[in-house]
């Protein structure tokens, strides 16, 4: 099984609600990430969460908090949004042993900021 | 920061053609990886790779891992209309003990010939 689940799948907000997007696994990986994707961009790196510590925050803005209640799950809390934050927001496990490093990605959530 | 070459950026296909596209680094990684990604979907690995020179398939999928550390391609074989999609590479590195970090390539975005 190599299934990271997002929930929800898509999520519309305005700039003044508090919102969270949250992610599972049940695979043992120690290492957990969220990634914010623009349109036919890349996927960008926000956090990084390693053995449910943040090890990476990659100058993310305070309006995104992460946080990771135990090595199974990872929420990613949403408040004052702004519009241009609209994009699919990823996230991803992996092992992080020996050579095990390859990242697993669960389906996204689509976030639109109004 | 690390920043990776994928090429071609576009590739238009048709039935039965073997494509290639590969990614260039200034930099060296532990660990190269490639995904498919559908719209609207995460990207789903296709092949890891751990070791320079390790050639490594999957189906009709053969991806490579430069010799250098530098650089991988990979190849689809006998194309068929659900390969059409985006494929990123990308690249592991460790930041610090048991925390790495992937860097993507720019994404090759395969289409249908019309």
């Known amino acids: 099984d190599t299934e990271v689940t997002q929930t929800p799948k898509h999520l519309v907000m305005g700039m003044t609600n508090k919102k969270s997007l949250k992610c599972e696994q049940h695979m043992g990986h120690r290492a957990m990430y969220w990634y914010k994707q623009k349109a036919k961009k890349p996927p960008e790196l926000m956090f990084v969460?390693?053995?449910?510590?943040?090890?990476i925050n990659e100058s993310v803005p305070s309006r995104f908090s992460p946080e990771c209640p135990n090595s199974s799950l990872l929420n990613l809390h949403l408040h004052a949004l702004q519009p241009e934050d609209s994009a699919l927001y990823l996230c991803a496990s992996s092992q992080d042993r020996g050579l095990r490093t390859e990242a697993f990605f669960g389906q996204g959530t689509r976030l639109t900021v109004v | 920061g690390q920043q990776l070459n994928q090429s071609p950026q576009s590739m238009f296909i048709q039935e039965g053609e073997d494509v290639s596209m590969n990614c260039t680094s200034s930099?060296?990684?532990?660990?190269w990886l490639w995904y498919k990604q559908d719209p609207g979907e995460g990207p789903v690995l296709l092949i890891a790779l751990y070791k320079a020179g390790e050639l490594t398939s999957n189906g009709r999928l053969t991806a490579q891992f430069g010799t250098t550390r530098k650089d991988s391609f990979l190849n689809i074989s006998a194309s068929i209309p659900s390969d059409v999609g985006i494929y990123f590479c990308a690249g592991v590195s460790m930041i610090k003990a048991a925390v790495n970090k992937l860097t993507f390539g720019g994404g090759t975005r395969v289409l249908v010939k019309p």
């Open positions: 930099s060296i990684f532990n660990t």
């Open positions: 969460y390693s053995y449910e510590k943040l090890s």
